[in-house]
């Protein structure tokens, strides 16, 4: 059974700091594997996608990586803004027509 | 990409009573799926909606808990039924998109549920 966990839970940084979010699954057999946004309230919005067969994928302050060997993927946001506070979720999918497991998520505060 | 309405987007409910959420989709979908995140968890799928077959219930999710109902391509509800104050919960519904490879998941905004 996958299990998908993000470290750390939660985490607090000053505005313009370089971050990592960090996300393990047990199982490396992905199909692929997407980060998500929630603000508080809301539903999730899409980040980034990595197929199994791809290492990163970059959009603007944002790159993901993804290690399978190690089950291993993180999050990058450069120069952090209070704008980026909210939950941030890894989900890894085992098939084409399986379903998405989800991480615990980080909460993450980026303060003035 | 998808867009995902969802009804009510919140509610406070009796114990005992139910409750049917709504999830409008802005373009037709084979598979909706419905999904549980409790206080302070993360997502957890309930059910796999496909449009004119019955739903397909993980582990720990019964038809006669969330019954769903899946009429057409775009649309697609979940009940709540008989509720107690451990389905408090935020539900969400979501559908795939995009070309083979490249399936990202979208997700209506969720529905709120208080359970006093």
């Known amino acids: 059974k996958q299990e998908v966990t993000q470290i750390p839970a939660a985490l607090s940084v000053p505005e313009g700091e370089n971050l990592v979010l960090n996300c393990s699954f047990t199982d490396s057999a992905i199909y692929n594997l997407q980060w998500f946004r929630q603000d508080p309230g809301k539903g999730l919005t899409s980040l980034l996608l990595?197929?199994?067969?791809?290492r990163e994928q970059t959009s603007g302050r944002l790159n993901a990586s993804l290690d399978k060997s190690s089950g291993r993927s993180t999050l990058y946001i450069a120069a952090s803004q209070p704008g980026d506070s909210a939950t941030y979720l890894c989900a890894v999918k085992a098939g084409t027509a399986s379903k998405l497991t989800f991480g615990t998520g980080t909460r993450l505060q980026v303060t003035l | 990409s998808a867009v995902i309405s969802q009804k009510p987007s919140r509610d406070i409910c009796q114990r005992g009573t139910s409750l049917t959420i709504q999830c409008q989709v802005d373009?037709?979908?084979?598979?909706m799926f419905w999904y549980r995140q409790q206080p302070g968890q993360s997502l957890t799928l309930i059910a796999t909606a496909n449009q004119g077959s019955e739903a397909t219930y993980e582990s720990g999710f019964v038809i006669d808990k969330f019954p769903i109902s899946r009429p057409n391509l775009t649309f697609s509800t979940l009940t709540v039924s008989n509720m107690s104050p451990e389905d408090s919960s935020i539900y969400l519904c979501?559908?795939?998109?995009?070309?083979?490879?490249?399936?990202?998941?979208?997700f209506g905004p969720g529905t709120r549920l208080l359970v006093l």
């Open positions: 373009s037709q979908v084979t598979m």
């Open positions: 979501s559908v795939e998109g995009g070309r083979r490879g490249v399936e990202t998941q979208y």
């Open positions: 990595i197929q199994s067969s791809q």
